[in-house]
C-alpha cells in the first residue's frame, strides 16, 4: 500500500481532491445556511451525552465496570482462571479445541465484557490458542450477559412474568459455552488444535493481593475513560449524523419490525441493542401488565449478551486488539458472527421454549 504523504506534491491526491470538495462544501453551507453545522454537532452530542456520560460516567453502570475489573483481577489472583480450564478440559479435549475459548464468556458472566477481554484475553495467547480459536473465544464470549447486574435483573423480570428460569439459563447462557465453539469449528473457525492439560501454562498470577486490589481499580479506571466512554462516543456520534439526516428513524422503525418477526419485546430490544441491556431488563419489570409473556425469553435472552452496538462496534475491538493477535476486522468480524448467532439463539428460544414453560 503506498504512503500518500510521499506522493509528488505536484499532482493532486485523491485524499486533497476529498477535501477540496469539503471546504467548498463547507462554504456553500454556511453562507446558505450558516446554523446547519452548529445543529448537527447539537444533534450529536444530544445522542452522546445520556450514554457517555449520564449512563456510564455519572452513574453506577461506570462503577460496576471498575468493580468489575476489581473482581475479576481478584478471581483471577485465586486460580478462578486455572479452576475453569480444569472444569472444561474433558469436554474440550473431546472436541479438540482449546479449552481457553470459554474463559471470556465465563468471566462475561460475572464482571463485565471489557473486563472479561482484559483478563481473558491474554489467557488466550498464553494458552497459545490458534487465531481462529481467538475469534471463536470471540464470539463465544457475546452469547453471556456483559454484566452481572443484566443477569440477576433479568431473573427478577421473568419471575414477574411466572416464567421458570432454570430452562431458559441452561439453553441461553450455560449450554452456548460449549454448543457454540462446536457450532463454530464445524463450519467457520476450523483451525483448533487438542490440548493437553500438561502442555498449558498455570494462569494464576503471583501478584500481592492488596497490589492486585489497587491496580485494578486503576485498569477499570482507565478501562472505562480511555476505552469505553470514547467507543460510546465515536458510535453515538455516527447515530447522531444519521438522526440529523432523517435517516436514523427508518433504521430504528426497520429495528421494531425485526424484533417483532424474532418474538422479542421490541422497546426493550431496542434499548439493548443501543443503550443499555441492563436498562432494558429493568424496563420489562416496569411493563408488567401491558407486555406478552410470550416475547418475555427472546427479550432476556437478547439482553444477556455482548450487546449494546457501541460494545460491538467500539470497545470489543478497541479492548481486544492490543491484547491478541488479531486485527481489529477480525475482532469486528468475529463480534458480528457471535451477535447475529445471539439473535437467532433469542428467536429460537422464544419460539421453541416458551410455548413449553408458559
Known amino acids: 500500500m503506498k504512503d500518500i504523504n510521499n506522493q509528488p506534491r505536484n499532482k493532486l491526491s485523491r485524499n486533497e481532491i476529498i477535501g477540496i470538495g469539503l471546504v467548498i462544501l463547507s462554504l456553500i453551507i454556511l453562507f446558505f445556511s450558516p446554523n446547519s453545522l452548529s445543529d448537527l454537532i447539537d444533534v450529536i452530542i444530544a445522542r452522546v451525552y445520556p450514554v457517555a456520560i449520564e449512563i456510564f460516567l455519572i452513574s453506577n453502570v461506570g462503577v460496576a465496570v471498575i468493580v468489575s475489573v476489581i473482581v475479576g483481577r481478584i478471581l483471577e489472583r485465586l486460580g478462578f482462571t486455572d479452576g475453569l480450564i480444569r472444569v472444561f478440559m474433558p469436554i474440550m479435549k473431546f472436541l479438540k479445541i482449546n479449552p481457553s475459548v470459554i474463559i471470556p464468556g465465563v468471566y462475561n458472566v460475572l ?5 472479561a477481554g482484559r483478563i481473558a484475553g491474554p489467557v488466550l495467547i498464553q494458552a497459545k490458542a490458534t487465531k481462529d480459536e481467538q475469534k471463536m473465544a470471540i464470539a463465544t464470549m457475546i452469547q453471556s450477559p456483559q454484566s452481572f447486574a443484566t443477569f440477576v435483573i433479568g431473573l427478577i423480570a421473568l419471575s ?3 416464567i421458570p428460569a432454570l430452562p431458559v439459563i441452561l439453553l441461553s447462557i450455560i449450554a452456548p ?3 457454540i465453539p ?9 483451525d483448533t488444535k487438542k490440548v493437553e492439560l500438561e502442555e498449558l501454562p498455570r494462569f494464576t498470577p503471583n501478584t500481592p493481593f492488596l497490589q492486585t486490589l489497587f491496580t485494578s481499580a486503576i485498569e477499570g479506571t482507565e478501562l472505562l475513560l480511555l476505552v469505553i466512554i470514547p467507543a460510546i462516543a465515536a458510535v453515538f456520534s455516527v447515530i447522531g449524523v444519521l438522526d440529523y439526516f432523517g435517516i436514523w428513524p427508518h433504521i430504528e422503525s426497520g429495528l421494531t419490525t425485526m424484533l417483532n418477526i424474532l418474538h422479542i419485546e421490541p422497546a426493550t430490544g431496542i434499548v439493548s441493542i443501543l443503550a443499555s441491556p441492563t436498562l432494558a431488563v429493568a424496563q420489562l419489570i416496569d411493563v408488567v401488565e401491558s407486555t406478552d409473556p410470550r416475547l418475555i425469553v427472546g427479550s432476556f435472552v437478547l439482553a444477556n449478551s455482548g450487546l ?3 460494545v460491538i462496534f467500539g470497545q470489543i475491538p478497541a479492548t481486544w486488539k492490543p491484547i491478541t493477535d488479531l486485527t481489529e476486522k477480525e475482532i469486528l468480524n468475529s463480534a458480528l458472527i457471535g451477535t447475529v448467532i445471539r439473535l437467532i439463539t433469542a428467536f429460537l428460544l422464544a419460539y421453541l421454549l416458551t410455548p413449553l414453560i408458559i
Open 111 to 115: 464482571g463485565d465484557i471489557n473486563a
Open 160 to 162: 414477574k412474568f411466572g
Open 177 to 179: 459455552l460449549v454448543v
Open 182 to 190: 462446536l457450532i463454530l469449528k464445524l463450519t467457520i473457525y476450523r
Open 308 to 310: 449494546p452496538l457501541s
